[in-house]
């Protein structure tokens, strides 16, 4: 029987030849919690009288939504999840640590081919693996951590192939926000993504996290990218799609074609390219979350920054996506090109990206994100918007006071 990607790695985890459609009961490999949701699944997970996890090694608790605590509400919380970590012997990366999905990859908790789930929507960041990788609820996750398995719906597959290769200043967030623009937010409801062509030859592992994790924003039960081409330390058996495997739909994007895109207010799938709404003022730029937080976004970021500064009534802040991505742009210099130029470094974590913590923007401002959701009220004010952008756009924007595209950013002048 052919198989997709997401069929073969089902078909593994539940011992036999999984068809689209077919409920089956699979073996998790992994499994993550963060502090808006940890709470509720130690809670479940003690209702249903559970004592101890599975397996203390496949489950991670993160501390990265509201981290620092701003208050003592969320500060109990975490000292939940501290606790109920300490007492099962499992991971917790605590305050600063960075965020939930650059961490399990980071560190391999999940690696090519697993099956992982995550009580976050964004899990599917870890596709970039050509893993498995869904977000489920958090009751869902106290069952998971009892009995290390879950029932899985088979789902039907799109198919995207990549031609061609970007241009220079485009990036997969371009890419994937074009995409967003063409299925819109419920065009792959309940589907599998596959992404695959030779264009990923010339991606990197956190260009395809940035593509991976905007799957969800098209409605998306996982969006998987082929290993082709995938640099990854450790060996690992590549899984790749059968040639006569069956689709439903397929996909051909010429990625060489692509320009910079913006998502502009109130929705992901409302893409347009920068050449249409170039020039829109812009009070805060945000460099950061589990889409474009990595060390390749701070380069692209300090390239269009370095000798400059950002227009005096600009806040540019950033949130690196660890503490790892961190010390490296201390390391090389990075962090010190966008201190001078302006920037303001923020604790790693995703507050401002969700609204929860830091970076609210006031009513009636406008606010360039490297994050992968604009709806009103996402960065924490109904009353203000959300552009969604590359890093490099942002850094221009940034520069300039207004949308500008990055290859145009010298030709504006500073």
């Known amino acids: 029987m052919a198989q997709t990607i997401i069929e073969k790695i089902i078909s593994k985890h539940a011992g036999h030849d999984a068809k689209e459609g077919e409920i089956t009961l699979v073996q998790v490999d992994g ?20 004592k101890q996890v599975w397996d203390p090694s496949r489950v991670s608790l993160v501390i990265d939504h509201a981290s620092p605590a701003p208050n003592q509400r969320i500060a109990n919380l975490h000292s939940m999840m501290r606790e109920f970590a300490n007492q099962q012997n499992i991971k917790l990366y605590d305050v600063g640590e960075g965020i939930c999905h650059q961490l399990m990859v980071e560190n391999k908790h999940v690696k090519p081919g697993d099956l992982f789930l995550g009580a976050d929507s964004h899990t599917c960041t870890y596709g970039a693996l050509g893993a498995f990788a869904t977000g489920v609820g958090s009751t869902d996750l106290a069952g998971v951590w009892l009995t290390g398995k879950t029932w899985v719906k088979v789902p039907p ?51 395809r996290m940035t593509l991976a994790n905007m799957s969800i924003e098209m409605g998306a039960k996982a969006g998987l990218v082929d290993t082709i081409g995938l640099e ?35 929705s992901p799938d409302h893409v347009q390219p920068i050449s249409k709404v170039k020039d829109t003022p812009i009070q ?98 109904p009353e203000s918007n959300v552009y969604l952008a590359s890093p490099a756009v942002v850094a221009a924007t940034a520069l300039h006071g207004k949308i500008t595209d990055p290859s145009q950013a010298e030709e504006v002048g500073v």
């Open 232 to 266: 990854w330390e450790d060996e690992f058996e590549a899984i790749h799609a059968d040639e006569d495997a069956e689709y439903k739909q397929v996909i051909d994007v010429d990625v060489s074609k692509i320009e910079s895109q913006i998502s502009v207010p109130h």
């Open 157 to 207: 597959t799109i198919q995207i192939r990549l031609h061609g290769k970007l241009q220079t200043g485009v990036s997969a967030k371009d890419l994937v926000l074009h995409l967003v623009g063409t299925l819109g937010i419920e065009g792959a409801t309940y589907q599998a993504i596959e992404y695959t062509g030779e264009a990923l030859h010339h991606l990197s592992l956190a260009s």
């Open 31 to 50: 499994t993550m919690a963060s502090d808006t949701t940890a709470p509720l699944a130690i809670q479940s997970f003690e209702n249903m009288g559970g």
């Open 284 to 381: 805060q730029a945000f460099i950061g979350s589990c889409t474009n937080g990595r060390l390749e976004d701070l380069h692209e970021a300090a390239k269009i920054l370095e000798g400059n500064k950002i227009a005096p009534h600009v806040r540019l802040i950033i949130a690196p996506a660890s503490k790892k991505v961190l010390d490296d742009a201390l390391s090389d210099g990075t962090v010190q090109i966008l201190t001078r130029a302006g920037a303001s470094f923020i604790t790693s974590g995703c507050g401002p990206c969700v609204g929860t913590h830091q970076g609210i923007p006031g009513s009636n401002e406008n606010i360039i994100s490297s994050s992968n959701r604009n709806f009103q009220g996402r960065m924490g004010n």
